[in-house]
């Protein structure tokens, strides 16, 4: 029994072990980077006395120096994110999160500084000075997490676009069977009907007491009015899916939609293979937009 915990346990600190090397290789260019930028400050600018060093020496204090801060931005950063569930946080509790590891990598890495001018470069240690150490030391746990942020942003916008793509590969399957299925829109008291192909239909726009139905025959744009209210034609057309009221008067094939325009408050759709604009009120406009945006 305890040799397979043992065997367990070493198995999931390996796992472990390998998570936290993958995450320090993801993060370690972004850190020298900022590390090398707090480097040369500390060399131009001078705000550390370095005084009593010689060039050669000063270079080795100041690489000391970035290496304290990058040496606990490195460690308590990748602790923390390899052994916390953070997948399992709320994003209240991410947030405070950050903020704790900004207030410990910064409270840790000033600490050793101060020992390290104190006790390594025998610099007298004042407030002053230890405010300037802080604020150095806050620079890379900062804007480590700032990227951080912007890291989990960019992956969401990814997984949204692989999730759209996605939809448009299955409305475009969808949309090969769909299409060819035959609607037969029929006339108040039956007497006249319409049948025709999805593919075919355009739009279906309420006349006066009549309905008026938009459709292609071939190359030809036609058009037939049939005796009925728009209302009980939407009805005829219930278990079609691609249709969708843009206007009280308008009801479109949404894969016949071209571009929705608009000048000021007034919108209307672009068809295709059709001149005539297509009213759409502001009722409809946010399902339209949504609907575009589907289809891409």
């Not at 802080?134 to 890379?140: E, K, N, S």
């Not at 016949?256 to 068809?271: A, R």
């Amino acid at each position: 029994m305890s040799k397979r915990y043992f065997t367990v346990s070493l198995l999931m600190g390996s796992i472990k072990l390998n998570r936290l090397i993958t995450l320090l290789k993801e993060d370690l260019k972004f850190l020298l980077s900022i590390a090398l930028g707090i480097y040369l400050f500390l060399l131009f600018f001078q705000p550390i006395p370095f005084d009593q060093f010689d060039f050669n020496n000063r270079l080795l204090f100041a690489a000391g120096f970035v290496g304290i801060i990058f040496f606990f931005q490195v460690l308590i950063r990748g602790l923390l994110r390899s052994f916390l569930p953070l997948s399992r946080f709320s994003k209240d509790e991410l947030l405070m999160f950050s903020y704790s590891g900004i207030f410990l990598i910064t409270t840790l890495s000033s600490l050793a500084i101060a020992f390290y001018l104190r006790y390594v470069g025998s610099v007298t240690i004042t407030f002053h000075l230890v405010f300037k150490v802080i604020f150095i030391c806050l620079v890379l746990p900062v804007l480590s997490t700032i990227y951080d942020a912007f890291s989990s942003l960019k992956k969401r916008l990814e997984q949204e676009i692989q999730e759209k793509e996605n939809m448009q590969k299955e409305i475009r399957h969808y949309q090969e069977g769909y299409q060819n299925q035959s609607i037969e829109l029929i006339s108040v008291h039956q007497a006249d009907h319409l049948n025709v192909l999805v593919v075919d239909l355009l739009l279906l726009r309420s006349a006066d007491n009549y309905v008026e139905i938009i459709y292609r025959e071939g190359s030809k744009l036609k058009k037939k009015l049939i005796r009925n209210t728009l209302k009980a034609i939407e009805q005829q057309i219930n278990s079609f899916s691609g249709f969708v009221r843009c206007h009280r008067t308008s009801i479109v094939n949404v894969f016949h939609i071209e571009k929705l325009n608009h000048e000021g408050n007034s919108y209307w759709l672009k068809m295709k293979n059709m001149d005539e604009p297509v009213p759409v009120s502001r009722q409809y406009l946010l399902k339209i937009k949504e609907v575009i945006s589907v289809m891409g």
